[in-house]
């Protein structure tokens, strides 16, 4: 066998793989930065993005369409949430408060989506350019994970400038370290936390639309992948976005060599990674100790 | 210009402001003195809407903005000079002035900030935490005065700060004046008080117990002292 054919398209699935896990793990530690909430309902939007995309698709047959409003209504509920139920708790500043009512909304939200579309999975049929393989060193290789890769990298860019070069972008930053002195200088957090909830959940919903085509929509979707997530906030260090960056990779690598090498031990190596990044670094690879 | 009556602020079930009133002519610099645990603090942030004062008035010229949150008051022309400078750590000094710049400065825009304190221009792409305490106090200035404010409040600006750099900032608090910013300044420092006030308030227990003209508090500086301020 042509061993770097198959190196080749290892790291290619890896980085695939990153993709569909980086618009979840940044969505969730943009969220942490701003209001230092853990959102456990994080897995349950993706999968809702996944349902509602699906519908769309279904209804108008525009798989690109779907990419685009899917995420934007998801994001919508997730404005809604944080406006009505949310933003009563930040007075309290309790970590359990926010537990439970994210967690709330996952159990509503996997209930809705159980009533609404059943417990069939759901597929979505991508359009014909995304479908086939191009050949890489004579290994087939899937044309949607180029297209996933090509979306993760551009995502990334863009967030990363977003936040960096924008004006919105720097009060979001500056929320993150001081929201009561930016809101004594004349911004209105409110906005600035209902914006960033909205956003966290619109990039999970998107990963959940771009998931659907290699694994279908199911009710687990969002349990199995947000651990994932969770070890990428972690690795790259809380509210970090380069580091959720950088942990999205981390994990994609071990996942994938680790099914192909280990795999009866995939899982564990995912642990052992994020052991061995708190180890060296306790705070995160870009995080802060705390 | 700033009138606070009968304002009564509580944390939980403390009742931390028991009846604050104070007024301010506009371009006057007002010093509140005061023992550590008195309320200071919680008035600045009172009249601020950090912490909404559960009665009385905060008057800015004719509006009352009692209950109004912060960044409300905050575009209504007033800027917090806070206690601990809070400047943003992992901002560089620019993007610092930059969070506080809704829109182009008239009266002090970025270039005329950075001629009045050349030291934020020599480190304005340093971050936040890599600046010394008199520096962060100078940038929380600096980011207060971006705003173009009418009113600036300021809680103990010169806490841990080097002899020399408590004497800028007195340059500093006058260069305010003479564009007549009113102002004001919370402060334990009485020497740095007595530069700059024009009229001295005492707070005691959650009230102003002493108003006087600066003149007037001169005379009665050591009874005010061993009254109000001793341990
Ligand atoms: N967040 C809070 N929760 C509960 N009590 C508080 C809080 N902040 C301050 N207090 C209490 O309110 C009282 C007034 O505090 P404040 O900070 O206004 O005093 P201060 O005059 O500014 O003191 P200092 O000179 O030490 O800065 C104090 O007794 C303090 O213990
Ligand atoms: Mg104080």
Same mark, same amino acid.
């Given at each position: 066998?042509?061993?770097?054919?198959?190196?080749?398209?290892?790291?290619?699935?890896?980085?695939?793989?990153?993709?569909?896990?980086?618009?979840?793990?940044?969505?969730?530690?943009?969220?942490?930065?701003?209001?230092?909430?853990?959102?456990?309902?994080?897995?349950?939007?993706? +999968?809702?993005? %996944?349902?509602?995309?699906?519908?769309?698709? /279904?209804? =108008? !047959?525009? $798989?690109? *369409?779907?990419?685009?409003? @899917?995420?934007?209504?998801?994001?919508?509920?997730?404005?809604?949430?944080?406006?009505?139920?949310?933003?009563?708790?930040?007075?309290?500043?309790?970590?359990?408060?926010?537990?439970?009512?994210?967690?709330?909304?996952?159990?509503?939200?996997?209930?809705?989506?159980?009533?609404?579309?059943?417990?069939?999975?759901?597929?979505?049929?991508?359009?014909?350019?995304?479908?086939?393989?191009?050949?890489?060193?004579?290994?087939?290789?899937?044309?949607?994970?180029?297209?996933?890769?090509?979306?993760?990298?551009?995502?990334?860019?863009?967030?990363?400038?977003?936040?960096?070069?924008?004006?919105?972008?720097?009060?979001?930053?500056?929320?993150?370290?001081?929201?009561? +002195?930016?809101? %004594?200088?004349?911004?209105?957090?409110?906005? /600035?936390? =209902? !914006?960033? $909830?909205? *956003?966290?959940?619109?990039? @999970?919903?998107?990963?959940?639309?771009?998931?659907?085509?290699?694994?279908?929509?199911?009710?687990?979707?969002?349990?199995?992948?947000?651990?994932?997530?969770?070890?990428?906030?972690?690795?790259?260090?809380?509210?970090?976005?380069?580091?959720?960056?950088?942990?999205?990779?981390?994990?994609?690598?071990?996942?994938?060599?680790?099914?192909?090498?280990?795999?009866?031990?995939?899982?564990?190596?995912?642990?052992?990674?994020?052991?061995?990044?708190?180890?060296?670094?306790?705070?995160?690879?870009?995080?802060?100790?705390? | 210009?700033?009138?606070?009556?009968?304002?009564?602020?509580?944390?939980?079930?403390?009742?931390?402001?028991?009846?604050?009133?104070?007024?301010?002519?506009?371009?006057?610099?007002?010093?509140?003195?005061?023992?550590?645990?008195?309320?200071?603090?919680?008035?600045?942030?009172?009249?601020?809407?950090?912490?909404?004062?559960?009665?009385?008035?905060?008057?800015?010229?004719?509006?009352?903005?009692?209950?109004?949150?912060?960044?409300?008051?905050?575009?209504?022309?007033?800027?917090?000079?806070?206690?601990?400078?809070?400047?943003?750590?992992?901002?560089?000094?620019?993007?610092?002035?930059?969070?506080?710049?809704?829109?182009?400065?008239?009266?002090?825009?970025?270039?005329?900030?950075?001629?009045?304190?050349?030291?934020?221009?020599?480190?304005?792409?340093?971050?936040?935490?890599?600046?010394?305490?008199?520096?962060?106090?100078?940038?929380?200035?600096?980011?207060?005065?971006?705003?173009?404010?009418?009113?600036?409040?300021?809680?103990?600006?010169?806490?841990?700060?080097?002899?020399?750099?408590?004497?800028?900032?007195?340059?500093?608090?006058?260069?305010?004046?003479?564009?007549?910013?009113?102002?004001?300044?919370?402060?334990?420092?009485?020497?740095?008080?007595?530069?700059?006030?024009?009229?001295?308030?005492?707070?005691?227990?959650?009230?102003?117990?002493?108003?006087?003209?600066?003149?007037?508090?001169?005379?009665?500086?050591?009874?005010?002292?061993?009254?109000?301020?001793?341990?």
């Amino acid at each position: 066998m042509d061993f770097l054919g198959f190196l080749i398209t290892q790291c290619l699935n890896a980085l695939s793989q990153a993709s569909v896990l980086l618009f979840l793990a940044c969505g969730l530690t943009l969220i942490f930065g701003i209001m230092r909430i853990i959102n456990f309902a994080h897995g349950a939007i993706f +999968m809702l993005g %996944a349902y509602v995309g699906h519908t769309i698709v /279904v209804l =108008t !047959g525009q $798989f690109w *369409l779907a990419l685009i409003a @899917a995420p934007l209504v998801v994001a919508g509920i997730g404005a809604l949430f944080e406006m009505f139920l949310l933003s009563r708790l930040y007075a309290r500043r309790d970590g359990g408060a926010y537990l439970m009512i994210t967690f709330g909304l996952a159990i509503v939200l996997s209930e809705a989506v159980r009533l609404i579309w059943g417990a069939q999975p759901k597929g979505i049929d991508l359009p014909e350019v995304l479908t086939g393989v191009v050949f890489l060193l004579d290994q087939p290789f899937p044309i949607y994970r180029l297209f996933l890769i090509g979306l993760g990298v551009s995502a990334s860019i863009a967030l990363w400038q977003f936040l960096e070069r924008t004006r919105t972008g720097l009060l979001i930053r500056a929320v993150s370290q001081n929201p009561e +002195m930016v809101h %004594a200088l004349g911004t209105d957090i409110r906005i /600035v936390r =209902t !914006g960033v $909830f909205a *956003l966290g959940c619109g990039l @999970a919903a998107f990963g959940g639309i771009l998931a659907t085509p290699l694994f279908g929509a199911y009710l687990a979707m969002g349990n199995n992948v947000v651990v994932d997530a969770f070890v990428i906030v972690i690795i790259g260090g809380m509210g970090s976005f380069l580091g959720s960056v950088i942990g999205s990779i981390m994990v994609g690598f071990v996942q994938v060599f680790g099914a192909y090498y280990f795999p009866s031990m995939a899982l564990s190596l995912l642990y052992l990674l994020m052991l061995t990044v708190l180890i060296v670094r306790p705070g995160g690879l870009l995080g802060k100790e705390e | 210009m700033l009138r606070v009556t009968g304002l009564n602020t509580y944390y939980g079930t403390g009742h931390i402001l028991q009846g604050v009133d104070l007024e301010i002519e506009k371009g006057q610099i007002a010093a509140v003195l005061g023992r550590n645990g008195v309320g200071k603090t919680t008035t600045v942030r009172s009249i601020m809407g950090l912490v909404p004062p559960r009665s009385g008035e905060v008057w800015l010229g004719d509006t009352n903005m009692a209950g109004w949150a912060p960044y409300r008051v905050a575009r209504a022309g007033v800027a917090y000079v806070p206690e601990g400078r809070m400047i943003f750590p992992d901002l560089t000094v620019i993007d610092n002035l930059r969070v506080a710049e809704r829109r182009p400065a008239k009266i002090w825009p970025m270039e005329r900030l950075l001629e009045l304190f050349p030291a934020l221009a020599d480190r304005r792409t340093h971050k936040g935490s890599q600046l010394s305490g008199g520096e962060q106090q100078m940038l929380a200035v600096a980011r207060a005065l971006i705003t173009d404010p009418t009113v600036m409040l300021f809680d103990e600006p010169s806490q841990g700060l080097a002899p020399l750099v408590v004497r800028e900032l007195v340059g500093v608090i006058h260069r305010l004046r003479d564009e007549g910013v009113t102002v004001l300044l919370v402060e334990q420092n009485l020497k740095l008080a007595e530069a700059v006030g024009d009229i001295v308030y005492v707070m005691v227990k959650g009230r102003m117990m002493y108003r006087a003209p600066i003149a007037q508090f001169q005379l009665e500086r050591e009874a005010v002292k061993s009254k109000y301020l001793a341990l």
